[in-house]
DNA sequence: CATTATTATGCATAAATATACAATATTAAC
DNA sequence: GTTAATATTGTATATTTATGCATAATAATG
């Protein structure tokens, strides 16, 4: 059914240009862009499409694309990296080093840190302090090192 | 009044754990937390804490502390690193290469880009096509070169 | 202190969003 | 094609969030 996606995408465009406060405003500006729908599909379109609801400072709530990936994604991503461009990883105490193929790391380091931030209900990632990353060694620093092995075992993807 | 400053602390505490749905669910969790209060204070605290209200993937809508910026907060502060950090502003045809001091380009251009991509009611900074930063110079590519004087302006903070 | 100004909160309710269910449309399988 | 299975949407409504107004709590001022 392509008029969902053509109507999804011209919501995706609209909420880039537009400060859009309800559903119904929107419903307004689709009407005049040839959509006609009701609110309760908006309500669904929103959902399917990631559009997070956040608060201008010192204004209202408006919808607005999002562009940070959510957890699970982030997480899918990362751990088939790790399969692609990990050439090595080793420990000591509350240290991992993780060396990567050249130029790879600081953009996994900067996945493992969206994870262990924005990460929902993955206690793993919520054990690690920080990463540091130069072009392809990444250092990630645990809060405790009993962790360590569930750790790397999560970023490897074998508890998926 | 330290009692909403404390709570406020809390709910942020809260929803980095939890994964939380509605106000009322939230109101709850606080409450054995020790703070009894309306869902209307709590309405009110969403909206100063600026959490945002996001879809998890293929779930519901939950609440979440931003980690983002938002548009008005991230222009003072790129306005306020170019006052500092700015050496000096050139610019060719739709290219313009903005000199910063050692270590600062990258995390400004960072800054600009989320600025471009975010930016509610700028329509100045939609005229970025990209930037690429080294350590000490960044590059901002426009998509055309007639609007370079009001983004430079812009940039400056010379149109607040 | 007492008094005034400011801020925070609850109550009641308005406004907005999400959803169960039924009806339609779309796609797949034959 | 026809029929069955799947997906999309609207209607009506339940659920949830935001807010006007009144009150209480806190802070500022003399």
Redesign the pocket.
């Known amino acids: 059914?392509?008029?969902?996606k053509l109507?999804q995408g011209q919501i995706a465009k609209i909420l880039e240009k537009e400060f859009v406060?309800?559903?119904?405003q929107l419903q307004k500006l689709l009407a005049r862009a040839g959509h006609?729908?009701?609110?309760?599909?908006?309500?669904?379109?929103?959902?399917e499409l990631g559009v997070i609801?956040a608060p201008a400072p010192h204004g209202?709530?408006y919808?607005k694309i999002s562009t940070v990936q959510t957890g699970p994604l982030i997480q899918q991503d990362l751990q088939n990296r790790f399969s692609k461009y990990v050439v090595n990883i080793s420990r000591t105490d509350n240290l991992i080093l993780i060396k990567t193929l050249p130029g790879e790391a600081s953009g996994m380091a900067r996945l493992i840190d969206e994870l262990s931030m924005n990460g929902i209900k993955q206690t793993e990632v919520k054990e690690i302090l920080g990463t540091i990353a130069g072009d392809d060694t990444i250092l990630v620093i645990m809060k405790n090192k009993v962790n360590i092995p569930k750790i790397i075992k999560f970023l490897k993807g074998t508890t998926p």
Do not use: C, F, I, W
Not at 1 to 4: D, E, G, H, L, Q
Not at 21 to 24: E, L
Not at 36 to 47: F, I, P
């Open positions: 059914m392509k008029t969902k109507r406060v309800t559903q119904h006609r729908v009701t609110q309760a599909t908006l309500s669904r379109d929103m959902k609801y209202p709530y919808y």
